[in-house]
């Protein structure tokens, strides 16, 4: 339905793992986002990246280590997170500005749950 | 900063019933003003989006969304809602840049 995908849709991981969250957008959008969502929390805006640089890093942990390789594509590494990393995991992208509306268009998640 | 207030964190409407839920935001200037809703398990879907001319603004699935200045406002509403209707909706502001602020999510129950 969305141009933004996601994957995996469902990750479970140890607390000593490696992983790694994949977004991809086909609508030619040159800025995209990371976002945590937790129960009973407002939308975290986590990562912004602009024309592939990053513009916005809103405090996030060293353990998320997000990589941007081209405008399309967007990766969040994670690596020995905690419990309370367990949430969904939203990508969005929009146009970049320059007399664009800054409507997002966000992809499914990925439901982390980190044990 | 920018904030976004959504009052109400739970609306039950019968189906059939018209629907209003509420939005209130910080911002100086005209703002970019969105509603956004999400399904159980799935990401956020735009609705409508509001950034000049007229103030009452149409989007998809029958919903619309009224931007009132004097009251800082911007009320989503639909006039019969339907049980697919059911999910959680998201009222959102620009910042700065291409950042949105996103208010709390209001969820609405159908019922039968």
């Not at chain 1, 991809?24 to 945590?36: D, F, I, S």
């Not at chain 2, 939005?23 to 735009?46: K, R």
Request: aromatic share 12%; glycine share 8%.
């Amino acid at each position: 339905e969305t141009g933004v995908t996601q994957t995996p849709r469902h990750l479970v991981m140890g607390m000593t793992n490696k992983k790694s969250l994949k977004c991809e957008q086909h609508l030619g959008h040159n800025a995209m986002y990371w976002y945590k969502q937790s129960a009973k929390k407002p939308l975290e805006l986590m990562f912004v990246y602009n024309f592939k640089e990053q513009t916005e890093n809103n405090s996030v942990p060293s353990r998320f280590s997000p990589e941007c390789p081209n405008s399309s594509h967007l990766f969040l590494h994670l690596h020995t997170l905690q419990p309370e990393d367990s949430a969904l995991y939203l990508c969005a992208s929009s146009p970049q500005g320059g007399g664009g509306t800054y409507e997002q268009y966000f992809g499914p998640g990925t439901r982390l749950t980190v044990t | 900063a920018q904030s976004v207030t959504q009052p109400d964190i739970h609306i039950t409407v019968s189906e059939g019933a018209s629907l209003e839920l509420r939005c209130n935001y910080s911002y100086g200037a005209t703002p970019y003003l969105f509603w956004y809703v999400q399904s159980p398990g799935q990401g956020l879907q735009l609705l409508l989006k509001y950034f000049s001319g007229d103030t009452l603004v149409q989007g998809i699935k029958g919903f619309e969304a009224e931007f009132k200045r004097s009251q800082s406002s911007f009320n989503l509403r639909k006039p019969s809602v339907h049980w697919s209707d059911a999910a959680e909706y998201f009222c959102a502001v620009r910042e700065y840049g291409n950042k949105l602020v996103f208010g709390a999510g209001t969820i609405l129950r159908v019922k039968s």
